[in-house]
């Protein structure tokens, strides 16, 4: 798995773009400001984007969606429970005094525990609401490796050392703490976390040192 990361500002949102080495199929998660720099990356590592998934609804997470549709013209993944904020983005921007373009329909909302594939590899998504009602985190992993044997793309719901934020509409600090336990904290100590802001860091380093999670 080929793992390649751009963030920019004024969010510094993490994308990623997650590529099959051997069949060079591609995934694009959270396509945000930093889309422009992924794109070219696209074309350099000689992949193919078949899917764009997002983890949340925030802006931040979804201010490149329309470009990415653009370019790869490939369907988008999303949780029911952030369609109201999805479709609510314009306005989500004008909160912040940005001004951003109306983003592309979702083509297909999450099943329950539904696992996805790109080449070699599976998708796990798991619904992690808590720092908004539809939030999700996507385990990664080789289709022939264990169940448990995954990277991590957590949107906002676990940082190095943080948690994602609760005060935003929908948000609730019991319900992202017992979704962390119970999707993220079940992943044994190596798993590489992917956050959606800030330097990756994993499931045992947290577990012994995040504050949040004591
Ligand atoms: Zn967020
Ligand atoms: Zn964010």
């Known amino acids: 798995m080929k793992i390649v990361t751009a963030a920019a500002p004024p969010f510094f949102e993490n994308t990623y773009l997650v590529v099959c080495e051997e069949t060079r199929e591609a995934i694009l998660i959270d396509p945000g400001d930093g ?14 984007v ?7 609804a925030h802006l931040d997470h979804v201010s490149g969606v329309a470009t990415a549709k653009r370019a790869f013209n490939v369907p988008v993944w999303l949780h029911k429970d952030d369609l109201v904020l999805y479709n609510a983005v314009v306005n989500q921007g004008r909160m912040f005094g940005i001004a951003i373009e109306p983003q592309p329909p979702i083509d ?10 790109f080449g070699r590899y599976v998708v796990d998504v798991r619904h992690t609401p808590g720092h908004c009602p539809g939030g999700v985190c996507l385990a990664v992993g080789r289709a022939d490796a264990a169940d448990d044997d995954r990277e991590l793309f957590v949107g906002d719901t676990l940082f190095a050392g ?6 935003l509409p929908g948000g609730n600090l019991e319900v992202l703490l017992t979704a962390i336990r119970r999707q993220l904290l079940v992943f044994p100590d190596a798993t590489i976390v992917h956050s959606g802001h800030g330097p ?3 499931v045992g380093e947290e577990r012994a040192s995040n504050p949040f999670l004591r």
């Open 35 to 48: 889309i422009g720099e992924i794109i070219g990356q696209v074309t350099s590592h000689k992949s193919h």
């Open 50 to 56: 078949t899917k764009i998934l997002l983890t949340h």
């Open 108 to 117: 297909h909302f999450y099943k329950p525990n539904e696992r996805l594939t």
């Open 162 to 167: 943080s948690i994602g934020r609760t005060d």
């Open 200 to 202: 990756d860091t994993t």
